[in-house]
């Protein structure tokens, strides 16, 4: 018997649960906030003892900080499209549909973030202050970049950035308003590549790049 089998299934079961555990508190902290979420409740979310839970997490504190990483990576993911895409066209509207994508299938990290920075970022303020300044700073010369170009519209980059993030994370953190004004259903496929389609045409046409 190969040797590496058993540490191999160690090393599945250990990602598995981190998984679900992560999931499960990423559902928690969305609902109840950092304040009202337990490890106990997070715990029987996940269907884990809750001894399980801090094996693997051994405070409240280190969960919520990892469900927060995460939802950030997903995004710092998304606007991978800015460094490899020829222009404003191609790097904009494929990052709205990224960000769109995610506020579709990662909800409630979304609105996890949006109430941590609500409340002034208590826990995550030092994340702020390195990754997103970095991140922000780093998009803002790109953009420039194509500005310089003359390939778009001389705007605000930083107030571009926060444009872009309010609309497409809107369909995440007021999903249930929207759903309401969606006759009380949610979107369908369909729903969500028209709402794509039309916040890339709103914000790309009012910064003067031609699709």
């Known amino acids: 018997m190969n040797s590496n089998v058993t540490p191999i299934r160690k090393q599945n079961k250990r990602r598995e649960n981190e998984l679900v555990i992560l999931q499960a508190a990423e559902k928690v902290f969305a609902e109840a906030g950092f304040g009202g979420a337990t490890m106990q409740l997070i715990a029987d979310v996940a269907g884990l003892p809750k001894a399980n839970v801090h094996y693997y997490f051994s405070t409240k504190e280190e969960l919520y900080r990892q469900v927060v990483s995460n939802i950030f990576e997903v995004w710092l993911a998304a606007a991978g499209t800015f460094e490899a895409a020829s222009g404003p066209a191609e790097g904009i509207g494929a990052y709205i549909d990224a960000k769109m994508e995610i506020s579709r299938t990662h909800p409630a990290?979304?609105?996890?973030?949006?109430?941590?920075?609500?409340?002034?970022?208590p826990i995550i303020q030092d994340y702020l202050e390195t990754k997103l300044v970095a991140w922000t700073n780093g998009r803002i010369d790109v953009i420039n970049t194509w500005i310089a170009a003359g390939l778009m519209d001389p705007v605000s980059p930083r107030h571009?950035?926060?444009?872009?993030?309010?609309?497409?994370?809107?369909?995440?953190?007021?999903?249930?308003?929207?759903?309401?004004?969606?006759?009380?259903?949610?979107?369908?496929?369909?729903?969500?590549?028209?709402?794509?389609?039309?916040?890339?045409?709103?914000?790309l046409k009012g910064i003067g790049v031609k699709t």
Not at 109 to 120: D, P, Q, R, T
């Open 160 to 203: 571009l950035l926060y444009l872009i993030w309010s609309s497409t994370q809107h369909y995440a953190d007021f999903g249930h308003q929207i759903q309401t004004l969606n006759t009380g259903t949610p979107l369908t496929d369909d729903d969500w590549q028209a709402a794509k389609t039309a916040v890339k045409q709103i914000i």
């Open 109 to 121: 990290g979304s609105k996890v973030w949006a109430s941590e920075v609500m409340h002034g970022a």
